[in-house]
């Protein structure tokens, strides 16, 4: 069963239709929208952020460089970072990315090829949520060779509408911290424009990506 998300706001949370098992996809379609920006996108166990919940893959986008980043985090660690080379992602230019898992890991194909992949560290079984943050427009979310119904959005923008909230579960506020991409201490959000940081010689942190809203609002 597939089912297709359109026009997603970032910051971006979604339960995932079950646990993750081989043979699931999800698939991304979006594009960088500004210069020096990035897309990260985690598969995680939980919708905590403080602390975080483990994150079977951590990927981030990096046009200014051309790499793909992939890590995981557990128990409160990031793990050791891979990079892969001559990503076909560039500024301003549709993207097609799939996360596909099998019984050793995930492999990630980018506009119909295969790019790179990332062995398991946490069973693949774990994963029940994905997120999307960064400076990227997403065109749309799918839940490929699901085999159950996809239950309603989680809204992790204050700013918009909740959507199909169940009475008995008001928002859950949450204070909106994540460790720093994977270097450094916690960085807090509800940063200053953009304009106000210098150029920063690491591609794999931009603060000016950070996102805008101190708090997270969640219907599970």
């Given amino acids: 069963m597939s089912h297709q998300i359109t026009s997603p706001v970032l910051p971006f949370m979604r339960r995932l239709p079950s646990e993750m098992q081989p043979g ?24 905590c952020f403080d602390p975080m919940d483990d994150v079977a893959l951590h990927l981030n986008l990096l046009p200014a460089t051309r790499e793909i980043l992939r890590n995981s985090y ?4 990031w793990g050791q970072e891979e990079r892969a080379a001559n990503s076909p992602i560039n500024f301003e230019e549709d993207f097609d990315l799939v996360i596909g898992a099998d ?31 960064g400076g990227c427009v997403i065109r749309s979310v799918m839940f490929e060779h699901w085999n159950t119904a996809v239950p309603s ?3 992790v923008n204050p700013s918009a509408p909740v959507l199909n909230p169940v ?8 204070p909106f911290q994540i460790p720093s991409w994977p270097h450094g201490n916690f960085q ?5 424009p953009a304009s106000m940081y210098p150029q920063l010689p690491h591609p794999a942190f931009n ?10 609002s969640m219907v599970i």
């Fill in 24 to 47: 699931c996809r999800i698939r991304i379609r979006g594009a960088m929208s500004r210069l020096n920006g990035d897309c990260r996108i985690h598969l995680q166990s939980g919708d």
């Fill in 74 to 77: 557990i128990s409160g660690q």
């Fill in 103 to 133: 019984s050793g890991g995930y492999n990630i194909e980018i506009n119909g090829h295969h790019f790179t992949s990332f062995n398991h560290r946490l069973p693949v079984q774990t994963v029940r949520f994905v997120f999307i943050t």
């Fill in 153 to 155: 959005a989680i809204s």
């Fill in 167 to 174: 009475p008995s579960s008001p928002p859950i506020p949450v």
């Fill in 188 to 192: 807090h959000f509800g940063m200053p």
């Fill in 207 to 216: 603060p000016a990506m950070l996102l805008q809203h101190p708090l997270i």
